[in-house]
């Protein structure tokens, strides 16, 4: 276990900052923002499709450059941080599981829907034979009462995982909700707790800053904001805001600013922001990962993106159903048209 006012910060922007930018990572992008990531001394670097490994599909969304090449190219530039891949069991196989191993992968976050730890113990189990560390990914935690949330932790913290993540896939936790869930898995684990936190509802900041005071010691940020919906915790932010607590994380911050400043985001088509879909993400629950496909969806029907994401909000759908986005979209536009008859 690691000490309180220790943090472990996991960047995720080669990640999760996939779906911003419609998985159109290059080489290029991956090898320079992770090489000055690993100077500027961060510990964990994620790099794999937005919806993990195998997610380059046209459910999910295609990606520019093969991920595996992708991950490669980061190990193959760090010498200090630790490569890290998410594997969603049901879209990565125990296969992509291993090539990303043997690529250099150092690190498995296996992600899961908040109800459903039990498909991930092979997954966690072939982790750790890799000598691999091992996260469990709590996807939608704001779906459960804390109760729940112990439950599955338990399950991932008995398959073998180091760490346990509390995931605001939605950024749709308020404080107090991440207090008491952050608090109760404190109570009940023995292992590492974790925090991923995203910015919809403009509370990633503070969430974040509740989550390390209840002892979460792993949290994760995206430079930049480059992350799915609003983006996740700015890492850059954090690490300012970390310093300036007294809370060490061992990372550059000048070197952390730069990174966004000169490499980051040249990257993004506008600045990552609050936007009304992100906003409606948080108000809603739904999945950021969802933004994109709604908006494309609301494109194609001439409807309102934000009746989407509500209706997909009501309906508890959850990551990998990103087929229903479709579905929805075409309900609500034949009702729409049906009222004006």
Do not use: W
């Not at 992100?278 to 993106?305: E, M, N, P, T």
């Amino acid at each position: 276990m690691e000490n309180k006012r220790d943090v472990r910060i996991t960047e995720v922007a080669l990640r999760d900052g996939s779906h911003a930018i419609a998985h159109q990572f290059t080489i290029e992008h991956v090898t320079n923002i992770a090489k000055a990531l690993d100077q500027a001394n961060v510990p964990y670097i994620e790099v794999s499709h937005g919806d993990g490994l195998g997610g380059s599909s046209l459910q999910y969304g295609l990606s520019l450059t093969n991920e595996m090449e992708l991950i490669e190219a980061a190990a193959s530039v760090v010498t200090n941080a630790k490569i890290a891949v998410l594997l969603l069991p049901g879209i990565g196989t125990m296969n992509e599981l291993k090539q990303a191993a043997k690529l250099g992968a150092k690190m498995a976050r296996v992600a899961t829907h908040v109800t459903e730890a039990d498909v991930a113990p092979q997954h966690i189990a072939l982790a750790k034979e890799l000598g691999m560390e091992t996260v469990g990914f709590l996807m939608m935690s704001h779906m459960v009462p804390p109760n729940k949330l112990v439950e599955q932790a338990k399950l991932m913290e008995s398959y073998g995982a180091d760490t346990v993540y509390v995931v605001d896939s939605a950024g749709a936790l308020l404080p107090e909700e991440v207090r008491e869930r952050i608090r109760a898995l404190k109570e009940e684990l023995t292992i590492n707790v974790g925090f991923h936190g995203h910015n919809n509802l403009s509370l990633a900041m503070a969430n974040t800053l509740i989550a390390i005071e209840e002892g979460a010691t792993r949290i994760d940020g995206s430079i930049r904001c480059l992350g799915a919906g609003a983006g996740n915790t700015q890492t850059e932010v954090l690490v300012a805001v970390l310093d300036k607590l007294g809370i060490k994380t061992g990372i550059d911050i000048y070197k952390m600013m730069d990174i966004a400043e000169d490499l980051v985001a040249p990257i993004l088509e506008k600045p990552q922001e609050i936007t009304k879909d992100g906003l409606v993400l948080g108000y809603a629950g739904v999945y950021s990962s969802f933004l994109l496909h709604a908006q494309r969806a609301a494109k194609k029907f001439g409807i309102d993106s934000r009746d989407i994401l509500l209706e997909l909000g009501k309906r508890k759908v959850v990551g990998g159903q990103e087929d229903m986005i479709v579905d929805v979209a075409a309900d609500i536009a034949k009702s729409k048209a049906h009222a004006q008859v």
